[in-house]
């Protein structure tokens, strides 16, 4: 089946606007999380979703960033004022269902580039 | 709270050679434990990962990890490197009652003829 996708592979933008990055987890899959993999680094977390509801949004660097899962399923993370700084590769992961040794299955992300 | 320890940020083998990748845990609760590989421009792969049902644990691609308790370790091996193994290798942690994963800084391993 398919896997988890992000769109765009890709995303350039200029300091100070404002992105937003797509992820489509498995179908089925009630949780969904989101990570940041800067260059030469493991992945970190930034937030996770059980259903609609974020139910840990910890890893969120400030309030630049913010992520919506409105019907359970695909989510956007979302950059205002994007910074030098943000530029990374946005990971997307879900699992069918959270904690414990459920495997997160993750999406080839999204390279996001702040000039 | 969990962390990983990956000693080793580049791992050098021939082929044919053994492979061991080395990663320590740290975890206030019970862990579940993960290895996963990154090929240049993909996201990432699990290859294994312990559950607590048996401490050595056997994965994709002939790899497979044992969980030592009294080390605090969870070493990935291969008995023999093929020149399709070279990637990028974290090793990655989750403590029971917890959802996010935490990740090592990661091993790329580099496979010669």
């Known amino acids: 089946g398919a896997g988890v996708s992000q769109t765009p592979s890709n995303k350039v933008t200029e300091k100070g606007k404002y992105v937003e990055l797509r992820c489509d987890p498995i179908?089925?899959?009630?949780?969904l999380y989101w990570y940041r993999q800067s260059l030469g680094q493991g992945p970190e977390f930034l937030i996770y979703?059980?259903?609609?509801?974020?139910?840990?949004d910890s890893g969120l660097p400030n309030d630049r960033f913010f992520a919506v899962r409105p019907e359970g399923s695909v989510s956007t993370l979302k950059i205002q004022r994007t910074e030098r700084g943000d530029s990374a590769v946005y990971l997307c992961?879900?699992?069918?269902?959270?904690?414990?040794?459920?495997?997160?299955?993750f999406g080839p992300g999204t390279r996001l580039t702040v000039l | 709270a969990q962390s990983v320890t990956q000693l080793g940020s580049h791992v050098s083998v021939s082929e044919g050679a053994l492979v061991l990748l080395r990663c320590n845990y740290s975890?206030?609760?019970?862990?579940?434990l993960f290895w996963y590989v990154q090929y240049p421009n993909q996201g990432l792969q699990l290859l294994l990962k312990?559950?607590?049902?048996?401490?050595l644990v056997k994965g994709i691609n002939g790899f497979e990890a044992e969980f030592k308790k009294s080390e605090t370790s969870f070493h990935l091996t291969k008995p023999s490197a093929h020149m399709s193994d070279a990637a990028e290798y974290f090793c990655?942690?989750?403590?029971?009652?917890?959802?996010?994963?935490?990740f090592g800084t990661g091993t790329r391993l580099l496979v010669s003829p």
């Open positions: 992961a879900s699992s069918l269902l959270a904690g414990g040794s459920d495997t997160q299955y």
């Open positions: 179908s089925g899959h009630t949780a």
């Open positions: 979703f059980q259903g609609t509801g974020a139910a840990d």
């Open positions: 975890s206030s609760v019970p862990p579940y």
């Open positions: 312990y559950t607590s049902a048996a401490t």
């Open positions: 990655a942690v989750r403590g029971t009652g917890f959802q996010k994963l935490v």
